[in-house]
């Protein structure tokens, strides 16, 4: 692959970053027929069934969103992009803390320089780790540096579970002259189960990297958010290497295109030129609706388009 093209990658490469054990299950779910899937899937998912669909609102205002478009509906190819570029800053953040007893802390600077600098000389050794232990603060810096830097490596693809919400179409739909996707989770379970619901609280996730469970409070921070974007009914695929990438999806996952209420005439040529594209490829062919306002209440209603060609 040339450094200059934009790496593509498959549920292989999600399941082989994430967990192992899922593969048999998944492939067993696949070769179930798709109406069983769902019931199938929840069992094992507890508390926190999978919804029949989940939506990915997109712009569709530059030139640039053209292309992005194009890479659902006719290369059947999700983006995966990197958390320094989300409008959030505190999305996928923690704090990182570094409290414990003097000894204790003592034992685990001496452990991590005997692993990293077994060479150092001892006196240089003694003199940093003193300098450490003397402000709780410079090693939580680290800490944190280390985190931020390995979160910008990590891909994410974020869908919703509501398609008829005003801010969202606002948001992320520009200003409702964008379009939103429909897929239903059960026609790729390889690719869309591992779109997880985000949660949210008003508590800041920090980590005593001393005491905590640092993976499971780690993976506690990339799956929560404020709780004043709970409005968005989140989902997310994470894969920890796979910023600004392409994951590619079952064609037949994408069922349905939703166009926004405000979008304008040559953007509706554009879409409609895609979906030419798109039969050309022998892809399932998708449902149109269009988003409208409702006269009577803050709403927005979902309506099925016949013809659209």
């Not at 692959?1 to 492939?27: G, I, P, V």
């Not at 039969?279 to 009577?296: C, G, S, V, W």
Request: hydrophobic share 30%; proline share 4%.
């Amino acid at each position: 692959m040339r450094s200059n093209e934009t790496r593509t990658l498959t549920y292989e490469n999600l399941l082989s970053a994430q967990n192992n054990f899922l593969d048999n299950f998944l492939k067993e779910l696949d070769q179930q027929p798709i109406f069983k899937r769902r019931k199938q899937l929840n069992l094992r998912s507890g508390n926190k069934p999978y919804p029949h669909f989940t939506y990915r609102y997109l712009p569709l205002t530059k030139e640039k969103d053209e292309k992005s478009i194009r890479n659902y509906l006719v290369e059947s190819r999700l983006w995966l992009s990197s958390p320094s570029s989300f409008n959030d800053p505190f999305d996928m953040k923690c704090g990182y803390t570094f409290e414990e007893t003097f000894q204790n802390k003592r034992k685990f600077l001496d452990e991590k320089f005997q692993q990293f600098y077994p060479d150092l000389p001892k006196h240089i050794k003694e003199e940093t780790i003193s300098d450490l232990l003397a402000s709780n603060q410079i090693v939580a810096e680290i800490l944190n540096e280390k985190y931020q830097n390995e979160i910008a490596q990590h891909g994410v693809c974020s869908f919703s579970d509501d398609a008829r919400d005003i801010l969202m179409w606002a948001h992320y739909g520009s200003d409702n002259k964008g379009v939103c996707l429909q897929f239903q989770i059960t026609r790729d379970v390889f690719i869309f189960t591992h779109a997880t619901a985000i949660g949210y609280s008003d508590k800041f996730p920090t980590i005593n990297y001393l005491k905590d469970n640092l993976g499971k409070e780690a993976a506690r921070a990339m799956w929560q958010k404020f709780k004043n974007w709970k409005y968005e009914k989140e989902r997310r695929i994470i894969h920890p290497t796979g910023a600004n990438s392409y994951l590619q999806f079952n064609p037949s996952a994408l069922t349905a295109l939703i166009l926004g209420c405000k979008l304008e005439s040559n953007s509706e040529e554009i879409i409609k030129s895609l979906l030419r594209e798109r039969k050309q490829k022998n892809y399932p062919p998708l449902k149109i609706f269009r988003a409208t306002q409702d006269n009577k209440e803050y709403k927005i209603r979902i309506k099925r388009v016949n013809d659209f060609s």
